[in-house]
């Protein structure tokens, strides 16, 4: 290791470090808490690019969807309280996300803490459940060993979100000190024993199906899914946003397991005799809120493959449980004997078939059909275009009439947070300018971050938003139309005019109020050179793809509610 002789400043030596483990970009809300950081990124900015946002929760989330997009922890730096409290959303979503991230606080002097000094926090006690690892660097010396705790912590094992608290006398300090190599990414194989034991239950099943999703895929692990499900004719069914880990249009493909899912999917899990689940935590979304699977012991036979330990028997007792990351399990399972001609090749048919069957949508009232224009952006969007949600009603078109191809085209927010959808995409295309990226939003749920519009013209990141106007927050108005018809409580909104409001910000603008107008608006904002948004106004009658706002109120009074 090369024993540093000069002195460098604290924030000197963090950059430094970042440089080290391979960071190319990080995003920010600037604060004075920080400043001798942002002062070594200045020297830095050939290698890092710093992206400035308007908000953090907007910035947390763009680290947060770089970190999904790109397997490597997303930066995201930040202010002290009021900062912290804001990018909090994003760590909250990194961590249900499995997403690996890091993010960055600015802290108060180490002789003005426990006074609580102007924003002045306990990062520890308020991150405590939200993240995985909390560090407070209280000395500039420990600063190369610390960030690389950091990211090895932040990929390796389950990969999620790590805080780390930098006092600001501490990044002015000058110290001498080592750098340490960039991190390295572990892998964690079955063993032996457990492929022996996996290869009898599947010379047992009958009807196994597979559930894929969680955090840690890479292009490499999706590909040997792929081979996976060919090798052994085996169903993939994709976890609660999790549809790009298995090419849609792919003949083993069963469909998605979150609010949209297939009613015959659902029998599947129901009636599959081997479920075999592959980095999914097989959470409260993807079981139809814990009925699929029975707790704590499934009356399928399940093997259970996730790479954080602790999360093997935390709610099912599994029948194989294998620590094991993704690419480390499915690596050693296709070297396996490939199986002829199994048994349940047509319960894997079929579950195609299903599949095929649930993308077919019925009209809804009004004059937009959201169904029609899902099947036109299938067929007009390269495979590699990338979709992006946050949570609202609305999703379910992405979710359910979307075929999404490849791996890393579909980046929503597990955790079901509104305001992700535009962030996100921002991120997505800074990334990989070369791709098309498209976010989805509600009419409340882009409100949430629509001030990162300004981000997107700044940066030149020319996404094309979708608004869909229904001018309420339909998803609760449709719990409350179920649970307490007609009394409609805290659910209405009045709204700008969102074209206008694009264009205000520099971006080029379209209203879409019928089917058909829709495909020349896209082509506009595509033609346009600028990041684009369309609003579209859907008739509020078509709250879901399924059943209008009057339909859910009748039934609910039907039964009586
Ligand atoms: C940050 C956050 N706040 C509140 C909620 C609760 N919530 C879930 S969906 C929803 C309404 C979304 O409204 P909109 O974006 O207009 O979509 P719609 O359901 O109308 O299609 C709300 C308030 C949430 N999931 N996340
Ligand atoms: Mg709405």
Request: aromatic fraction near 8%.
């Amino acid at each position: 290791m090369e024993i540093k002789t000069v002195t460098r400043s604290g924030g000197q030596v963090l950059v430094d470090a970042l440089r080290i483990h391979g960071v190319e970009r990080a995003f920010c809300v600037p604060g004075e808490s920080y400043l001798a950081a942002l002062d070594a990124l200045h020297d830095a900015k050939d290698d890092i690019e710093l992206i400035v946002c308007r908000q953090e929760g907007g910035a947390a989330y763009m680290a947060e969807a770089y970190g999904k997009l790109t397997g490597k922890p997303g930066i995201c730096f930040v202010t002290r309280g009021p900062g912290a409290t804001n990018a909090s959303v994003g760590v909250h979503t990194a961590f249900q996300d499995s997403t690996p991230m890091i993010l960055f606080i600015g802290q108060v002097a180490r002789d003005q803490m426990e006074r609580e000094a102007f924003q002045e926090i306990d990062y520890r006690r308020m991150f405590g459940q939200m993240a995985k690892w909390v560090v407070e660097i209280e000395d500039a010396a420990r600063i190369p060993e610390l960030i690389s705790q950091a990211f090895h912590r932040a990929v390796n094992g389950r990969p999620g979100p790590v805080v780390v608290a930098l006092p600001e006398d501490m990044l002015a300090d000058h110290v001498s000190v080592a750098d340490v190599p960039a991190f390295k990414r572990v892998e964690a194989h079955p063993g032996d024993e457990q492929l022996a034991e996996f290869v009898a239950l599947l010379e047992k099943a009958e009807r196994p199906m597979v559930v894929a999703g969680g955090g840690g895929w890479t292009a490499k692990a999706v590909e040997a899914l792929k081979t996976f499900s060919e090798t052994f004719h085996l169903p993939v069914a994709a976890s609660f946003r999790c549809q790009d880990l298995f090419d849609n249009t792919h003949p083993n493909y069963a469909g998605d397991l979150g609010l949209a899912a297939g009613p015959k999917l659902i029998q599947h899990v129901k009636n599959c005799d081997l479920l075999i689940s592959i980095g999914a935590r097989l959470g409260e979304m993807t079981t139809g809120a814990y009925t699929l699977i029975d707790i704590p012991v499934p009356k399928q036979s399940l093997v259970h493959v996730h790479p954080g330990a602790e999360e093997l028997g935390r709610v099912y007792h599994a029948t194989l449980p294998i620590n094991a990351s993704v690419g480390g399990f499915l690596a050693r399972a296709n070297r396996l004997p490939p199986i002829a001609v199994p048994r349940w090749k047509e319960w894997t048919a079929a579950a195609h078939a299903d599949y095929l069957e649930n993308l077919q949508h019925a009209q809804v009232p009004g004059p937009v059909q959201m169904g029609d224009v899902m099947a036109w952006l299938r067929k007009q969007l390269p495979a590699d275009a990338i979709l992006t949600t946050g949570a609202g009603n609305y999703s379910a078109w992405a979710h359910r009439f979307y075929q999404y191809r490849t791996f890393r085209t579909q980046l929503g927010p597990t955790n079901g947070s509104m305001g992700y959808g535009v962030p996100a995409a921002i991120a997505a295309k800074i990334t990989d300018r070369n791709r098309t990226v498209v976010a989805f939003a509600g009419d409340g749920c882009f409100l949430m971050n629509g001030q990162e519009l300004a981000t997107a013209v700044q940066y030149d990141a020319r996404v094309i938003v979708l608004v869909i106007n229904n001018g309420m927050y339909g998803t609760i108005r449709m719990h409350q139309e179920r649970n307490y018809p007609g009394r409609v409580s805290g659910t209405q909104l009045t709204n700008p005019d969102f074209a206008a409001l694009a264009r205000s910000y520099g971006l080029h603008g379209e209203t879409v109020e019928a089917t058909a107008d829709f495909a020349a608006a896209f082509e506009r904002c595509e033609a346009s050179g600028k990041p684009a948004l369309i609003e579209i106004r859907i008739d509020p009658e078509a709250l879901t793809p399924k059943m209008s706002l009057t339909q859910i109120r009748e039934q609910a009074v039907a039964q009586g509610k």
